[in-house]
T-cell receptor
């Protein structure tokens, strides 16, 4: 595997379900990110982890819970979501999370909440 | 408030018809401006980083330029495979943290 991978690629869940999204980067980076991409809206930053420490939580509802066990893996745990949470969830990584650090994206997980 | 605005929202060109996409930004403390390409159902693919006004970068049929208020992505003699959404993002220091602020993108369609 190369670059940034995400699983699953597609997920359909009910509002009472609990599911998790997984991201893995094979680039030797130390910073990882979760973004949300909704139709007709710009990418929205959700969370940032730098060297496994959460450095940013962009006012995300608590029904989204991130986990970063090491610099290569990032999870997004989902519970009691709302239909408006349906979107493409993108994971990205960068070398250090510092200034002008290029972020590389995974293919995304298309989430549908019924 | 830091903002990135891309225009036009959508652009249709004939194969070989050159044009430019615009990215205007208002941000304090610009650290870098990024261009990405995104195909339907896929994640953004990195194209360029520009750091200072006057800088230019090229890759195949694409050329990115930067001024103090905007960036242009020039596409020369495009081919159908250049069809995609092109995203612009600026990295800025907001409340002490580095953040990437994205525009809404320009959806480019190249007709054969």
């Amino acid at each position: 595997e190369t670059g940034v991978t995400q699983t699953p690629r597609h997920l359909v869940m009910g509002m009472t379900n609990k599911k998790s999204l997984k991201c893995e980067q094979h680039l030797g980076h130390n910073a990882m990110y979760w973004y949300k991409q909704s139709a007709k809206k710009p990418l929205e930053l959700m969370f940032v982890y730098n060297f496994k420490e959460q450095t940013e939580n962009n006012s995300v509802p608590s029904r989204f819970s991130p986990e970063c066990p090491n610099s290569s893996h990032l999870f997004l745990h989902l519970h009691t979501l709302q239909p408006e949470d349906s979107a493409l969830y993108l994971c990205a990584s960068s070398q250090t999370g510092l200034e002008a650090d290029t972020q590389y994206f995974g293919p995304g997980t298309r989430l549908t909440v019924l | 408030e830091d903002q990135v605005t891309q225009s036009p929202e959508a652009l249709r060109l004939q194969e070989g018809e050159s044009s430019s996409l615009n990215c205007s930004y208002t941000v304090s403390g610009l650290r870098g401006l990024f261009w990405y390409r995104q195909d339907p159902g896929k994640g953004p693919e990195f194209l360029f980083t520009l750091y200072s006004a006057g800088e230019e970068k090229e890759k195949e049929r694409l050329k990115a330029t930067l001024t103090k208020k905007e960036s242009f992505l020039h596409i020369t003699a495009p081919k159908p495979e250049d069809s995609a959404t092109y995203l612009c993002a600026v990295q800025a220091r907001i409340q002490g943290a580095q953040k990437l602020v994205f525009g809404q993108g320009t959806r480019l369609t190249i007709n054969p």
